[in-house]
């Protein structure tokens, strides 16, 4: 009988030992899938709890844009103003991979201004970096429809392969938008990209 006593709790101990160790590892569970989640904006140019993007990241803009889903591009200097004051060199940065041969300081050339406020394809940070990086054409061929025409109506070149790092065209967009009139840019002013309908034929 004593025995019998004996073994009756020991499964009673175990039982409740298993019951407990399950319910355990349930709960870490959950927890390691909350932690592994991280906060992704909805690309509409105003959150800064976002996965991507992080200042000096020496990520080429081509393989960011392969990475990154559509509208999840965010610039790590949401504070353009302040940059164009601090660093002098932010205008060289535009230069040097060729923007002023076409589109001279900004003001305009052979190919629009950059200084008018005017976006032809939106103005988040997902849709700037993208067409910088991609070209109109590879823009396009992302899904994103263009809204509006200037005077000039070729496409814009990729530029991905001449603009080496990230962070390099991250700063190319800052000089971009510190030289548009004020409440143009995000979040005063935002113009999201307009993607094409499923299934749609892109645009020549």
């Given at each position: 009988?004593?025995n ?13 030992g ?11 569970a ?31 803009p081509l ?37 002023n ?11 629009p ?29 992302q ?23 990230s962070?390099?065209?991250?700063k ?33």
């Amino acid at each position: 009988m004593r025995n019998l006593r004996g073994m009756l709790i020991a499964l009673v101990v175990l039982g409740g030992g298993i019951i407990g160790g399950g319910l355990w590892a349930s709960q870490a569970a959950d927890e390691a899938s909350s932690e592994a989640v991280s906060p992704v904006a909805a690309g509409d140019g105003t959150s800064t709890d976002t996965v991507c993007c992080k200042p000096g990241d020496q990520t080429p803009p081509l393989e960011l844009v392969k990475q990154v889903p559509l509208g999840d591009l965010h610039s790590p200097y949401p504070d353009y103003k302040k940059m164009a004051e601090d660093d002098p060199d932010l205008v060289k940065k535009f230069r040097l991979p060729g923007c002023n041969e076409c589109h001279g300081g900004g003001g305009g050339g052979i190919c629009p201004a950059l200084s008018q406020g005017v976006w032809f394809w939106g103005n988040t940070d997902d849709v700037l970096f993208r067409l910088i990086s991609l070209g109109s054409v590879g823009l396009e061929e992302q899904g994103v429809q263009r809204i509006s025409y200037g005077t000039v109506k070729a496409p814009m070149p990729a530029m991905g392969q001449v603009i080496k790092t990230s962070d390099q065209l991250w700063k190319i967009i800052a000089f971009i938008r510190s030289i548009n009139p004020p409440g143009t840019n995000p979040p005063e002013k935002v113009i999201p990209a307009r993607l094409k309908p499923t299934g749609a034929d892109s645009p020549n």
